[in-house]
């Protein structure tokens, strides 16, 4: 059951991210047209980036308004999971170019690597936190 602090965001990050799927097409549509340099290209890589980092504002105010502790300890530590994973993949990355390598990894790694760290702790966590009524 979701704690009314949980169904606002969800309900406004969902929302916000919606337009992520608009803003990056559009972002992407301009750069293949237009070939920007330097301010214009930074800019343009910003746009799609609004979104998410609107998303991270919300999920920060979603953690100060849940009134559920566990619920917020959850959220906080399946973060963690999934940011130790983005780092980690960012980091073996910067070895291998380190160590010679001239290839690059597949656009946004990080970024499935933190995805898929949070699905797997909120899953392990819900396997493991299993009260008698659940079973």
């Known amino acids: 059951m979701l704690s009314p602090a949980a169904r606002r965001y969800k309900k406004t990050s969902l929302s916000v991210l919606v337009s992520y799927f608009v803003l990056f097409p559009l972002a992407d549509y301009i750069a293949l047209r237009t070939h920007p340099a330097g301010v214009e290209l930074w800019l343009l890589a910003a746009m799609p980036l ?11 105010r979603y ?5 559920d502790g566990y619920k917020r300890d ?9 940011t130790a994973g983005a780092v980690m993949v960012n980091l073996f990355s910067g070895f291998l170019k380190i160590f010679g390598w001239k290839g690059q990894l597949f656009p946004f790694t990080e970024f499935f690597v933190f995805a ?12 493991a936190d299993r009260v008698p009524a659940d079973e």
């Open 50 to 60: 609004l979104p998410i980092a609107i998303v991270l504002v919300l999920l920060g």
């Open 63 to 67: 953690l100060r308004e849940e009134k």
């Open 74 to 82: 959850l959220a906080v530590r399946c973060l963690l999971w999934g």
């Open 116 to 127: 898929l760290m949070i699905l797997a702790a909120k899953l392990s966590y819900r396997v």
